[in-house]
């Protein structure tokens, strides 16, 4: 059979995503998803499209969400590009951006995603070791050859960056592109889009997966000046699919008509962020200041392994990650209050 495989599909690193286990007993607090159901509005939103257009074709040109995310974003719908999910989003980026010979740069404690783009569309890449307290050095990502993307704030860090030392990275990489993937962003103080009016080099992407509950709708964005955009849907269209179906664009629609659920939503997440983190400190853990819809936490006495291991024995699922940077912490989606005092509990009797 592999004689039929072409080198990249042989050579292509697959990425490894956190388990998704479909069973209703398991407290999931490993990828990151929101504990609050979408709206009613939205639900209502993509039922009404079930009810009627399914036989018809999608927009290509996805101009009514676009229109209202415009408004929502104050930008014109020129600034922006939709696509299923930020991750499709993202892997057109590196298309359209960077390029096989050019040297882009990213952090080494990084969301997992980027080398393996990089590794499929052969571009070079140099992994700019993070500081020891895990925030990123500004000036390591000045000039690159070929490119910059780091997400603000961080994955699996939950640290962000400030605005201004994300102006300076873009300032000071005036011949390339500068991806910011702000997928938790919502749940920061600050976010880059203000950003675009004044540098045509900075491309900022977007999910509703996370703040907005749709997960499984697959509706991820870019924003950024006209040029980048065009460039984004030249990649779309030469490829001829990537084309978002009715029910997501509607709901899309509807989740961005309906922000205030969202807000209310996101408040929720951060008030629990924050008395999990002191119930966690009082445990003895250290926990970095998260500014995500998680927290990356670590205790003196216990491997993050046996802890990641003994949760899930109680089904409950956490994140630890192999590489030996980061190995001693475990990642914990935030939940509701209600399963966050499920997960102390039990970390209490393992502990
Ligand atoms: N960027 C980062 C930093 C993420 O953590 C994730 C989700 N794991 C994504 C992008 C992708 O999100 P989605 O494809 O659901 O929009």
Same mark, same amino acid.
């Given at each position: 059979?592999?004689?039929?495989?072409?080198?990249?599909?042989?050579?292509?690193?697959?990425?490894?995503?956190?388990?998704?286990?479909?069973?209703?007993?398991?407290?999931?607090?490993?990828?990151?998803?929101?504990?609050?159901?979408?709206?009613?509005?939205?639900?209502?939103?993509?039922?009404?499209?079930?009810?009627?257009?399914?036989?018809?074709?999608?927009?290509?040109?996805?101009?009514?969400?676009?229109?209202?995310?415009?408004?929502?974003?104050?930008?014109?719908?020129?600034?922006?590009?939709?696509?299923?999910?930020?991750?499709?989003?993202?892997?057109?980026?590196?298309?359209?951006?960077?390029?096989?010979?050019?040297?882009?740069?990213?952090?080494?404690?990084?969301?997992?995603?980027?080398?393996?783009?990089?590794?499929?569309?052969?571009?070079?890449?140099?992994?700019?070791?993070?500081?020891?307290?895990?925030?990123?050095?500004?000036?390591?990502?000045?000039?690159?050859?070929?490119?910059?993307?780091?997400?603000?704030?961080?994955?699996?860090?939950?640290?962000?960056?400030?605005?201004?030392?994300?102006?300076?990275?873009?300032?000071?990489?005036?011949?390339?592109?500068?991806?910011?993937?702000?997928?938790?962003?919502?749940?920061?103080?600050?976010? &880059?889009?203000? =950003?675009?009016?004044?540098? #045509? !080099?900075? /491309? *900022?992407?977007?999910?509703?997966?996370? %703040?907005?509950?749709?997960?499984?709708?697959?509706?991820?964005?870019?924003?950024?000046?006209?040029?980048?955009?065009?460039?984004?849907?030249?990649?779309?269209?030469?490829?001829?699919?990537?084309?978002?179906?009715?029910?997501?664009?509607?709901?899309?629609?509807?989740?961005?008509?309906?922000?205030?659920?969202?807000?209310?939503?996101?408040?929720?997440?951060?008030?629990?962020?924050?008395?999990?983190?002191?119930?966690?400190?009082?445990?003895?853990?250290?926990?970095?200041?998260?500014?995500?819809?998680?927290?990356?936490?670590?205790?003196?006495?216990?491997?993050?392994?046996?802890?990641?291991?003994?949760?899930?024995? &109680?089904?409950? =699922?956490?994140?630890?990650? #192999? !590489?030996? /940077? *980061?190995?001693?912490?475990?990642?914990? %989606?935030?939940?509701?209050?209600?399963?966050?005092?499920?997960?102390?509990?039990?970390?209490?009797?393992?502990?």
């Amino acid at each position: 059979m592999s004689k039929f495989w072409s080198n990249l599909a042989k050579q292509a690193t697959p990425y490894v995503p956190g388990e998704q286990i479909d069973d209703e007993e398991i407290l999931k607090l490993n990828t990151n998803e929101n504990p609050y159901a979408p709206s009613s509005y939205v639900l209502e939103a993509i039922s009404q499209e079930l009810g009627g257009n399914l036989r018809l074709y999608p927009s290509p040109t996805v101009d009514q969400l676009r229109e209202v995310m415009g408004e929502y974003y104050q930008l014109e719908k020129e600034c922006i590009f939709v696509g299923n999910g930020s991750d499709e989003v993202l892997a057109l980026s590196f298309m359209a951006f960077f390029n096989p010979g050019q040297m882009i740069r990213f952090p080494n404690i990084t969301y997992s995603f980027y080398p393996v783009y990089a590794q499929q569309f052969q571009i070079p890449y140099e992994e700019v070791p993070i500081k020891d307290d895990f925030t990123l050095n500004p000036i390591d990502f000045y000039e690159s050859e070929g490119g910059v993307i780091f997400p603000n704030p961080n994955a699996p860090t939950s640290l962000a960056l400030p605005i201004e030392e994300v102006e300076n990275i873009v300032k000071n990489n005036p011949n390339n592109v500068v991806i910011i993937d702000e997928a938790y962003v919502d749940f920061a103080k600050q976010t &880059a889009v203000p =950003l675009i009016k004044k540098y #045509p !080099n900075i /491309l *900022i992407v977007q999910t509703t997966s996370k %703040s907005r509950s749709l997960a499984g709708l697959r509706v991820g964005y870019a924003l950024g000046n006209p040029n980048l955009i065009q460039a984004l849907n030249r990649m779309k269209d030469s490829f001829n699919s990537y084309t978002m179906d009715r029910l997501a664009i509607a709901g899309a629609i509807a989740s961005f008509q309906d922000d205030l659920t969202i807000k209310e939503n996101v408040t929720k997440i951060i008030n629990t962020r924050k008395w999990v983190t002191e119930a966690l400190r009082e445990l003895g853990f250290q926990v970095l200041p998260s500014e995500t819809n998680f927290i990356f936490a670590t205790h003196p006495k216990y491997l993050a392994k046996t802890l990641y291991e003994r949760l899930k024995q &109680a089904k409950i =699922l956490t994140r630890h990650f #192999p !590489n030996p /940077l *980061i190995s001693h912490y475990l990642r914990v %989606s935030i939940g509701t209050n209600q399963e966050m005092e499920q997960f102390l509990n039990q970390l209490q009797e393992i502990m």
